[in-house]
């Protein structure tokens, strides 16, 4: 496992863009996939967008296509959510996750603690 810490929330007007960072402890974070999870108010928690651990397969949740970007560089172990045209329903706490598998069969076994994002109207 991993240890991973989010950075970069804030309060944002809609419209907005934000760009989130998670760092990774661990010499094995450049062989793990990577992925960012939401909890919106009242909601549980959904997936958002995953990186392959090199970066050439990506998948995102409907939601957020065309307007979240992930990436990641390995040399910094650092994944990022670049999120753009914000909406105030994008309104949550962002949780970083890594672990095996692939972007379509994902096992994350290493959270972060989130790092709210706040949208207003």
């Known amino acids: 496992q991993v240890q991973l810490v989010e950075s970069g929330g804030g309060l944002v007007q809609a419209g907005g863009s934000l760009r989130l960072s998670c760092v990774a402890s661990?010499?094995?974070?450049?062989?793990?996939?990577t992925g960012w999870f939401r909890r919106r108010p009242g909601k549980e928690r959904e997936f958002v967008a995953a990186i392959a651990w090199s970066g050439g397969s990506t998948r995102y949740a409907n939601s957020v296509k065309g307007r979240f970007t992930i990436s990641r560089d390995n040399a910094k172990n650092t994944v990022y959510l670049q999120m753009n045209t914000l909406k105030p329903e994008d309104t949550a706490v962002y949780y970083c996750?890594?672990?095996?598998?692939?972007?379509?069969?994902?096992?994350?076994?290493?959270w972060g603690q989130g790092t709210q994002v706040t949208v207003s109207s």
């Open positions: 661990g010499r094995t974070f450049s062989t793990y996939v």
């Open positions: 996750a890594a672990g095996r598998g692939t972007v379509v069969a994902p096992d994350f076994g290493s």
